[in-house]
């Protein structure tokens, strides 16, 4: 876990997992998962994946290892094989869980142009959200937006999600996108740019899975500049 490198975590992760010695199922869990993250780091997809059906397999933290599995099978553009992980995810997770499962699901729709799948999803993790609610609304708000349906009072989502921690990170992407459908063409470039930072400055595995987003990001904001 303390490794710099995939490589190195690869390394140490088969090392554990050629252990002579019986491993219990969550040592395995733990070990096969840095395992799976060096292949996806790497871009080493179907590795990946076929990892991450292993931990599936052993069921330690289901949820998690669907996540997981999802991550991968969206990496390879299976799209349906995705779906069926994350929905396993918000079926088997803990109730405190199960709006990131649903919200999860929601964006991976959201980049596929699904977006009355995405609605349904997103709607379905607005209903489970606690502190992160104004994040998963907002992401509603842009599917929305998206399909052509018309969202009234975009600026209320705006500040909700603005004023809370969930309007960091990820949320900066949202943000950006609501500026965007609200005509707020200054602050939709100051949250699309500080995403694009804060991003593309993170860990290799982030970046990689949020391609789908940083290519929306640029997209937006060179619809901005030549606007």
Known sequence: ??????????????????????????????????????????????????????????????DVAHQDAARAKQSLGDIEAAAGHLRLAARVGPANRKAFHWWTLGSLFFLAHRYDDAISAL??????????????????????????????????????????????????????????????????????ESFLTRTLGGRAAMMIALEGEIDVARRTLSSLTEG
């Open 123 to 192: 709607t379905r993790a607005s209903r489970w959200g606690t502190t992160d609610k104004p994040l998963y609304q907002g992401h509603l708000a842009i599917a929305r937006c998206a399909k052509g349906e018309p969202v009234e009072d975009l600026g209320v989502f705006i500040d909700r999600l603005a004023a809370v921690p969930a309007g960091q990170g990820y949320g900066r992407f949202v943000l950006g996108q609501l500026a965007f459908y609200d005509r707020r063409w200054a602050d939709s470039r100051r949250y699309l």
């Open 1 to 62: 876990m303390k490794a710099t490198t995939p490589r190195s975590r690869a390394l140490w992760a088969r090392r554990g997992l050629a252990h002579p010695g019986k491993l219990d199922r969550t040592t395995k869990t733990m070990l096969l998962r840095q395992l799976y993250l060096a292949l996806y780091e790497e871009r080493r997809f179907v590795k990946a994946a076929e990892i991450a059906d292993q931990i599936v397999s052993i069921a330690v933290l289901p």
